[in-house]
C-alpha cells in the first residue's frame, strides 16, 4: 500500500467516524423524543482502482417497528374515544348529581314530599302551604337546569368535533406536504430522517382522531386510511366538513337534520350516523355523546316531567279537576301532550293557580285545583292525595316502566352512574393496553448503554486513524530529509 493510499483511507476513515460520532450524539440528545426513529449509518468499503480506497457511508438507516407502531396507533385512537366518553359522562354526572345529593332531582323530590307531609300535619297553616309551592319550584327548577346543562354539554361536544375535523385536515395536508419534501430530498441523496420523524409525529395526531393504517408507498412517501376502509390521503390529502351549531336544544337532532354531519370533499358520509366509517376514535365518541348518549339522558329526564305531570292532573288525585284540565305541575301552562314530550324537562312549570308569585292562591293545594269555594281549614284530605299520588307506581308514557316518582329519578341517576362506572372501566382498560405497547414502542427505541459503547468505539477508530495520519505525516518528513 502506498503512502498516499493510507493517508486516503485514514482520512475516509475521520470523516465516518466523525459522522458517527454526530449520529449517536443525535441518538442520545433524542432519546425520550415522541416519533424520533433511532439513526445507523450504514458503511461499506472504498474502491479505487481495483484497491482499498478506505470506508464510504452508503445510507442513513432509520429503526421504527412499524408492527408496533401501527397497533399502538390504533390503541391511541381507543384511547382517546374513551377519555372523551368517560369525561363527558363524568361531567354529565356531577352536573346532575348523584342520589344523596339534596341539590339533585332526588333531593328536591324528596323535600317536596317532606313538605307535603309538613302540610298535611297542619293544613290551615299558610306558610307550609307556601313551603310546598318553593319545594315544587325547586322540582321544576332543577329540571330546567338539567335540560340547560345536557343541551350545553352536547354543544360542547359538538364544539369538539369542530375542532376535531379542523385539526385532522390540518393534519392530512402537513402529511401531503411532508411526503412532497420527502420525495424531492430523497431524489437527490439528501438525508430524509427528520422529515420522517415530523411526519409520524403528525400522523400520531390523526391516529387519535380517526383510527387508521399508515400504506407504504415509493421513496419513502405513505399513504393514509381508515381500518373501515375510508381513503384518508393517497398523493392528496381528502377535505372533510362540518358545521358547528352554536345553540343546540333538546329537540334538536342530527336525524331532524337541526345538527350537522361530516362531510368529505362536499359529499355527506352518512346521513343516518353523521360520521361514516370514521368510527373508532375521538371524532365516533363525540358524535356518541351528542346523539346518543346525551339524548337518551335527554329523553329520560323528558319522561320524569312527563310522570310528575301526569301524577298531579290525574282526577284521581284531585277530584276537582276533569280530564284535560292542567294539573299542579303543567307544560308551561298546558296539559301535557303526550306527542310533544322532547324538550319538556325544560318547560315544566307550577300550574300559576297556585303560585302566589303569580297572583295564584295557596288554599287550592288544600281544596283542590279547580274548588269552587273555600273548604274546611282543617281538611288534609287533599294534601294526602297529593302525597299519595308521589308514591304510586304509574308508567303513563309508552314503553316506561312502572315506578313511583321517586323510584323513576331513582333509575335514571343509577343509570348515569352506572354509565360513567363502565366507561371507566373501559379507559382503565384500554389505558393498561396503551401503556404497554407504549412501552413496547419506547423499548424498539434508543438504547442509551448501546450507544454509549458505540461511542466508546467511534472514539477509538478516530484516535486510531488519527494516529495513521500522524505516522504518515511522520513518515513524509523523513523523506524530505533524505
Not at 348523584?98 to 333531593?107: R, S, Y
Not at 350545553?152 to 401531503?176: M, T
Not at 421513496?219 to 366538513?241: E, K, P, S, W, Y
Not at 352506572?418 to 373501559?426: C, G, H, N, P, V
Request: proline fraction near 3%.
Amino acid at each position: 500500500m502506498s503512502i498516499s493510499s493510507a493517508l486516503n483511507n485514514a482520512l475516509s476513515g475521520l470523516s465516518v467516524t466523525s459522522r458517527m460520532a454526530e449520529t449517536v450524539s443525535s441518538n442520545l440528545s433524542n432519546a425520550l423524543t415522541d416519533g424520533y426513529g433511532r439513526r445507523s449509518l450504514e458503511l461499506s468499503s472504498g474502491q479505487i482502482g481495483g484497491v482499498g480506497g478506505g470506508v464510504k457511508i452508503e445510507a442513513m438507516n432509520r429503526f421504527v417497528d412499524a408492527g408496533i407502531l401501527a397497533d399502538r396507533r390504533l390503541a391511541d385512537a381507543a384511547l382517546s374515544g374513551q377519555q372523551q366518553g368517560a369525561q363527558t359522562l363524568n361531567q354529565l354526572e356531577q352536573t346532575l348529581g348523584g342520589p344523596d345529593d339534596p341539590a339533585g332531582l332526588g333531593g328536591r323530590l324528596a323535600q317536596f314530599e317532606r313538605a307535603l307531609i309538613s302540610a298535611a300535619s297542619d293544613p290551615a297553616s299558610e306558610t307550609r302551604l307556601a313551603t310546598v309551592v318553593s319545594r315544587l319550584g325547586d322540582v321544576t327548577d332543577t329540571l330546567q337546569a338539567n335540560t340547560r346543562s345536557i343541551q350545553s354539554i352536547r354543544q360542547e361536544v359538538d364544539g369538539a368535533i369542530a375542532r376535531d375535523i379542523d385539526v385532522l385536515n390540518n393534519a392530512l395536508i402537513q402529511v401531503e406536504n411532508l411526503n412532497g419534501d420527502i420525495l424531492r430530498l430523497k431524489s437527490t441523496g439528501n438525508d430524509v430522517s427528520a422529515l420522517l420523524d415530523a411526519r409520524q409525529n403528525v400522523v400520531d395526531q390523526i391516529a387519535e382522531i380517526v383510527p387508521i393504517r399508515e400504506l407504504p408507498r415509493d421513496n419513502d412517501t405513505i399513504g393514509l386510511m381508515t381500518t373501515t376502509g375510508t381513503t384518508l390521503l393517497d398523493g392528496r390529502a381528502v377535505q372533510f366538513g362540518f358545521e358547528r351549531t352554536p345553540t343546540i336544544t333538546a329537540d334538536m337532532t342530527l336525524t331532524s337534520g337541526a345538527l350537522s354531519g361530516i362531510t368529505l370533499d362536499g359529499v355527506p358520509l352518512d346521513p343516518t350516523t353523521g360520521i361514516g366509517r370514521l368510527d373508532g376514535g375521538s371524532l365516533d365518541a363525540s358524535f356518541a355523546m351528542r346523539d346518543a348518549t346525551l339524548v337518551e339522558a335527554q329523553a329520560s329526564l323528558d319522561e320524569i316531567a312527563a310522570d310528575l305531570i301526569v301524577r298531579f292532573q290525574d282526577p284521581t288525585n284531585d277530584p276537582t279537576l276533569t280530564a284535560g284540565d292542567v294539573g299542579l305541575l303543567t307544560d308551561q301552562g298546558s296539559p301535557l301532550n303526550t306527542a310533544d314530550v322532547p324538550g319538556l324537562a325544560g318547560r315544566i312549570s307550577i300550574n300559576a293557580a297556585v303560585d302566589p308569585a303569580a297572583g295564584g292562591t295557596l288554599s287550592l293545594l288544600r281544596d283542590g285545583l279547580n274548588a269552587a269555594a273555600p273548604g274546611p281549614t282543617g281538611n288534609a284530605a287533599q294534601l294526602e292525595r297529593w302525597i299519595d299520588a308521589l308514591g304510586a307506581a304509574r308508567a303513563d308514557l309508552p314503553g316506561a316502566a312502572s315506578r313511583s316518582a321517586a323510584g323513576r329519578i331513582a333509575d335514571f341517576t343509577a343509570q348515569v352512574g352506572s354509565s360513567r362506572l363502565k366507561a371507566e372501566e373501559k379507559l382503565s382498560f384500554t389505558a393498561a393496553r396503551w401503556d404497554t405497547l407504549r412501552e413496547a414502542e419506547l423499548a424498539t427505541g434508543v438504547d442509551t448503554d448501546l450507544e454509549l459503547q458505540n461511542l466508546l468505539r467511534v472514539e477509538q477508530a478516530y484516535a486510531a486513524n488519527a494516529r495513521v495520519i500522524q505516522t504518515v505525516d511522520f513518515m513524509m518528513q523523513r523523506l524530505m530529509e533524505i
